[in-house]
């Protein structure tokens, strides 16, 4: 069974920084692409960032960002550690949310929630005004 642990949720100001992690294990390819969406009750679940895979030995890909944070928000990944993150910077209240991890089907990213094969428990971001 897939696993996807997330951890890095929690309550900041405005303007203050946060960085989410998201570790896989099972059986999960670790040549795929990996993303991070965010949903608010009552709301589709949306893009934020995704990065492709390029090498084991390389923790270097191709990124993509949603308009909305672009400038504030930079997606890695340690492919050794199965891990991804997201550094949160300048955060702002609309970016209150449950973030999601998600690994690709394939080695390419997409904005596509349907290209994602699995994905985290998701963890709560607050930002106060």
């Known amino acids: 069974q897939v696993q996807l642990v997330e951890s890095g949720g929690g309550l900041v100001e405005a303007g203050g920084s946060l960085e989410l992690s998201c570790t896989a294990s099972g059986r999960v390819f670790v040549s795929s692409a990996m993303g991070w969406f965010r949903q608010c009750p009552g709301k589709e679940r949306e893009f934020v960032a995704s990065?492709?895979?390029?090498?084991?030995?390389?923790?270097?890909?191709?990124?993509d960002y949603a308009d909305s944070v672009k400038g504030r928000f930079t997606i890695s990944r340690d492919n050794a550690k199965k891990a991804v993150y997201l550094q949160m910077n300048t955060l702002k209240p609309e970016d209150t949310a449950v973030y999601y991890c998600?690994?690709?089907?394939?080695?390419?990213?997409?904005?596509?929630?349907?290209?994602?094969?699995?994905w985290g428990q998701g963890t709560q971001v607050t930002v106060s005004s």
């Open positions: 998600a690994v690709g089907r394939t080695f390419r990213a997409s904005r596509n929630l349907n290209d994602y094969e699995y």
């Open positions: 990065m492709t895979w390029k090498a084991p030995a390389s923790n270097a890909g191709d990124t």
